[in-house]
């Protein structure tokens, strides 16, 4: 498959037509080949063969951190990629502190200054690390992303621009771009650039699609017409000035009389009452016209709107869905909330998770037996729950134990007439994963007291296993959300009811992993001191003494810990408390 690269291991060759690499080192495969051993390549425009057998493993590109650039930068030399200040590019590969590698959204890539790019969306500069697998040459590179995404709650076709005939380096100079604006046309070229997105939009392309093809237009124009590079490198300019929206772009207008046909239909006392009027056709048309606006507008307008409406068409949804009672409108209506909560966290699921909509989301889960509409139920339901903020103190009451239970025993359960694809026990314990998260207090933990009067729970205890052991979070819906998994193996394992659960040979897998775990983790890694408080709950409330597995190792480990030459105090600490707490490891 062709694409960008990262390899995993330094490359030389001397051969005249094979090309060298350094590990870490980003390069372009032209031509896969998947039976022979050598790809056809580019590392800095020089073409030749790339190895095929374990070296390279391929950038998803989806998942990399989006930065703006703060300058602009000529990149004059081989490797490196000229780019202009206010244009967003992807790291695809941090070199060292002083030089990343990007892409820029027409396909371009090449080295940059680290100190000429700003983090997007107040990211830290941690999460623009790009994670390169070891072992494995079929691992595809990521960063820590939520497993949720646009694609997994609808299928909308998403529109590529073919940009593969344009020419490596473009012609346009960009720093030409501000002597334009100089001359008072910067609001101009906004309107030009701006209307040229609108343009390809109304098309039925997604946003960012449409910005990326005006772009890769633009530039292509500049390397046939040379004589328009300062006017295009303008356009270029303003193409990404994020901050001048248009208030009355076609996007915002629609949208704002989506927003209130959608109150005038609450409104309406009749619509659902009245058997002589069919409106079901009418509202799923709007409905899905504001699915589709919020998928494919531009973020910042939909969120735009949504300020200057404080939040109110969001309510209104909600009190659309509890009223309805026809089950295709209530599974789009949970579509539009769902894709809000994407567009902008924060204050959207605050504001749905102390509306009534997490309550009544339960009561239908328990009653619903049409799969499409419940798997929807149980997305919004862990979105809402997943996102880092405290429920009204009478949802607690409301979610109760027998909601707790009944997710308990449909996970338990074997497979359901109406559930072929056995769907439900994984949704099920994300459900109850999301509802854990919010109880801190043990003494009070509805889950765990549920868990306590169970005689087993073998599909939670082999479920929860799997995902801990692959370090998967499932309530990872967005940036800020907690690991569920890992919480909820902290509250079993605090105490011998709950930690009877897990089968004999299922916690000596787990003692593997956790000594695994606190191997791999370096000095001053939070996650290593987690798995040792795991580690040390897990020999006090199992069955551990009868076994004593992986004893030596363990304690090899913890000892190994507390020599080192180190300010990590609290792994230190922490090793010192479990050896002295366990006097089984040391016997």
């Known amino acids: 498959m ?5 390899a995993l291991h330094d490359f030389q060759c001397n051969q005249q037509h094979c090309l060298s690499f350094k590990k870490d080192q980003i390069v372009e495969v032209t031509k896969a080949s998947s039976s022979a051993n050598w790809h056809r390549g580019r590392i800095h425009g020089k073409a030749g063969f790339l190895p095929a057998n374990g070296y390279l493993v391929k950038v998803d590109l989806d998942s990399c951190a989006r930065v703006v650039v703060r300058q602009d930068f000529e990149g004059a030399t081989s490797g490196q990629l000229k780019i202009y200040e206010g244009q967003v590019v992807s790291v695809i590969a941090k070199n060292d502190v002083q030089w990343w590698t990007v892409r820029s959204d027409s396909g371009k890539w090449g080295q940059v200054p680290a100190k000429f790019l700003k983090i997007m969306n107040g990211s830290t500069e941690g999460e623009v690390t790009v994670h390169t697998p070891i072992e494995s040459p079929d691992i595809v590179i990521s960063r820590d992303m939520p497993p949720l995404s646009r694609t997994q709650s609808h299928h909308t076709p998403l529109v590529k621009a073919d940009i593969s005939s344009i020419p490596r380096a473009s012609t346009i ?33 997604k946003y960012q699609t449409s910005k990326n093809i005006v772009q890769t237009v633009l530039e ?42 959608l109150i005038a239909l609450t409104e309406d006392d009749q619509q659902r009452g009245w058997s002589c009027k069919d409106d079901t056709e009418e509202i799923s048309t709007m409905l899905t016209d504001l699915l589709g606006l919020l998928t494919n507008a531009n973020p910042k307008v939909v969120i735009q709107v949504l300020q200057s409406v404080k939040y109110e068409p969001l309510l209104t949804l909600v009190e659309y869905y509890q009223l309805e009672t026809r089950k295709p409108l209530k599974k789009q209506a949970l579509q539009v909330l769902h894709e ?24 239908d889960i328990q009653a619903n037996k049409v799969m499409s509409l419940l798997e929807q139920q149980c997305n919004v339901f862990c979105a809402c729950l997943s996102y880092p903020n405290a429920m009204p103190r009478n949802h607690y009451d409301q979610l109760d134990e027998v909601f707790i239970s009944y997710l308990m025993t449909a996970i338990e359960a074997e497979e359901s007439p109406y559930d072929p694809e056995n769907l439900i026990p994984v949704m099920f314990l994300k459900c109850v994963l999301s509802l854990n998260l919010h109880y801190t207090d043990l003494r009070n933990n509805k889950v765990c007291n ?21 370090a998967e979070n499932l309530t990872g819906y967005f940036p800020e959300s907690k690991d569920g998994v890992r919480k909820i193996m902290l509250d079993l394992f605090s105490s011998p009811d709950t930690g009877e659960l897990f089968f004999t040979n299922d916690v000596k897998v787990l003692i593997e992993v956790l000594h695994r775990n606190v191997i791999d983790r370096g000095e001053g890694d939070p996650d290593r001191v987690y798995y040792m408080q795991l580690l040390d709950r897990v020999i006090s409330n199992t069955e551990y003494e009868d076994h004593s597995h992986y004893k030596y190792e363990i304690l090899q480990v913890l000892q190994q810990v507390q020599d080192e030459e180190s300010t990590d105090k609290e792994s230190k600490s922490e090793a010192w408390k479990i050896l002295k707490k366990h006097a089984i490891l040391s016997t």
């Open 340 to 363: 809000s909560m994407l567009i902008q966290p924060d204050p959207i699921c605050s504001i749905l998770l102390t509306s009534r909509l997490p309550v009544q989301l339960a009561s």
């Open 2 to 6: 062709s694409g960008l690269y990262s």
């Open 173 to 205: 100079d960009r720093t030409s771009g501000p002597s334009l604006m100089q001359k008072g046309k910067k609001a101009e070229c906004v309107r030009i650039s701006s209307s040229l997105v609108e343009g390809v939009r109304r098309n039925g392309v």
């Open 450 to 470: 549920v868990l306590k009067s169970r005689a087993h729970a073998t599909v939670l205890s082999e479920t929860l296993l799997v995902s801990f052991n692959r």
């Open 220 to 261: 292509r124009l500049s390397e046939e017409y040379p004589d328009w590079d300062e006017k295009l490198a303008g356009l270029c300019r303003a193409l990404n000035q994020e901050a001048d929206l248009q208030s009355n772009s076609v996007d915002s207008l629609k949208l704002e009389q989506l927003f209130e046909q």
